[in-house]
């Protein structure tokens, strides 16, 4: 199955959350905070929503910073996603 986005919405994939602190203590997956960094997997065509033209500015492949609970999570053969509007992407990691 394969997703596709509509409007300005964007399909991302979560980067893995990192299984040690700074300190080097070995976090459980239970203990892991939910991603804020994302890999953009797709992206909608954009158009006009509510009223308002929207240009895409992200594309496939983009690692970018999205709220914490942002988007709506879905989970495709095993493999979680989450589907946010452009709008609740802070920032592009560069």
Do not use: C, H
Not at 52 to 60: A, G, S, T
Request: charged share 25%; glycine share 8%; aromatic share 2%.
């Amino acid at each position: 199955m394969k997703l596709v986005p509509l409007a300005d919405r964007i399909l991302l994939k979560p980067v893995e959350a990192m299984e040690t602190t700074a300190s080097g203590i070995i976090l459980s997956t239970a203990t892991k905070e939910k991603p804020v960094v994302s890999e953009v997997v797709a992206v909608g065509p954009g158009g006009v929503v509510d009223g308002n033209e929207v240009k895409m500015v992200v594309k496939p492949g983009d690692k970018v910073v999205v709220a914490k609970y942002a988007g709506t999570e879905v989970k495709v053969e095993d493999v979680e996603y989450s589907i946010v509007r452009q709008s609740e992407i802070l920032a592009i990691v560069e």
